[in-house]
Nanobody
Framework: QVQLVESGGGLVQPGGSLRLSCAAS????????IGWFRQAPGKEREGISC????????HYVDSVKGRATISKDNAKNTVYLQINSLKPEDTAVYYC?????????????????????WGRGTQVIVSS
């Protein structure tokens, strides 16, 4: 069974850090590009970062650039998203997903329409 499970969310004070995990089961992440998305209450889903399986490149949107790092542990079949200097506006449910064109896309995209398998998300609340 193909499954993605996010974890690592929680309540953190502004300025703090979190490392979110996206653990894959039922398939090998080596062959898939992974995107991280978030959805804040009352807002549309936003793609924030991605990791390419074809060339290892990464991408960050401006809202997290300089504060976020996406990485992959092949042995654990897990992708991580480290976010530092958290702000209240980072409060959201965070999701990971696999790109349906992972094996052919050069680079990666944060367009959610490109993604097929999604996890259920992990809640991040940034508040003092």
């Amino acid at each position: 069974q193909v499954q993605l499970v996010e974890s690592g969310g929680g309540l953190v004070q502004p300025g703090g850090s979190l490392r979110l995990s996206c653990a894959a089961s039922g398939f090998n992440l080596d062959y898939y590009a992974i995107g991280w998305f978030r959805q804040a209450p009352g807002k549309e889903r936003e793609g924030i970062s991605c990791f390419s399986s074809t060339d290892g490149t990464t991408h960050y949107v401006d809202s997290v650039k300089g504060r976020a790092t996406i990485s992959k542990d092949n042995a654990k079949n897990t992708v991580y998203l480290q976010i530092n200097s958290l702000k209240p506006e980072d409060t959201a449910v965070y999701y990971c997903a696999t790109d349906r064109l992972s094996l052919v896309r050069v680079g990666c995209t944060v367009d959610g329409q490109a993604y097929e398998s999604w996890g259920r998300g992990t809640q991040v609340i940034v508040s003092s």
